[in-house]
């Protein structure tokens, strides 16, 4: 399968900005997902970010890709205690194939 | 509602013995995945199927099998030949066509544990 790296672990103080990074292999990915897993259930979509663009943003999220790094990050602004999950990024170099990464599990500190 | 629903949440095997998990969707979604997560590992694809009664292996089938008799419904088994059953299972569920919105619809999840 794909490789699809991201960090393990962020903490951030509430209130501050998070920024969570995911490097991929295939640049023929279309395009690069960014998904929310909370304790105990299943990943929900927050957001997805075509390859021939190169910043996305929705409300308190911000998606930059840089496809000559082959570098996806998602920025979390004013970052809340509801923000605290894993957050998964994913590339699609295949039609219906996912390839996700390992995932990064973020704690907001009140 | 429209969604995908697993069951069950908890699911509690003993060594040597076949269990299978449910999987149903109504979003009348053509593709449907199968996913085992471990800690620090993320997701890993175990099986999928793009179409009834089709379905493809993923990167870690050995040990399970499934079958896609019907659009709705694509059922994970987990058989004894699978040396470390652990994990939190994710079932996902795609339109299938390839489009821009063609993202994976995921359902709780099952946690499986061997004791």
């Known amino acids: 399968g794909e490789d699809v790296e991201q960090s393990l672990f962020l903490s951030v103080r509430e209130g501050d900005s998070s920024v969570i990074n995911c490097t991929y292999t295939?640049?023929?990915?279309?395009?690069l997902y960014w998904y929310k897993q909370e304790p105990g259930a299943g990943l929900q979509l927050l957001t997805y970010?075509?390859?021939?663009?190169d910043m996305k943003q929705d409300q308190r999220l911000t998606v930059l890709l840089n496809k000559k790094d082959k570098h996806l990050s998602l920025r979390i602004a004013d970052t809340q205690t509801g923000d605290s999950a894993i957050y998964f990024c994913?590339?699609?170099?295949?039609?219906?194939?996912?390839?996700f990464g390992t995932g990064t599990s973020l704690t907001v500190i009140p | 509602d429209g969604g995908i629903t697993q069951s069950p949440k908890y699911l509690f095997r003993k060594e040597g013995q076949n269990v299978t998990l449910s999987c149903e969707q109504n979003l009348n979604h053509d593709a449907m995945y199968w996913y085992r997560q471990d800690p620090g590992q993320g997701l890993r694809l175990i099986y999928y199927?793009?179409?009834?009664?089709?379905?493809q292996k993923g990167d870690i089938a050995e040990g399970y099998s499934v079958s896609r008799e019907k659009k709705e419904s694509f059922p994970l088994t987990v058989t004894s030949a699978q040396k470390n059953p652990t994990a939190f299972y994710l079932c996902?569920?795609?339109?299938?066509?390839?489009?821009?919105?063609?993202?994976?619809?995921f359902g709780p999840g099952t946690r499986l544990t061997v004791l």
């Open positions: 970010i075509f390859s021939n663009m």
């Open positions: 996902a569920s795609s339109t299938g066509q390839g489009l821009v919105t063609d993202t994976q619809y």
């Open positions: 199927s793009q179409i009834v009664n089709d379905f």
């Open positions: 295939d640049s023929s990915s279309t395009y």
């Open positions: 994913a590339e699609t170099p295949f039609s219906n194939q996912f390839y």
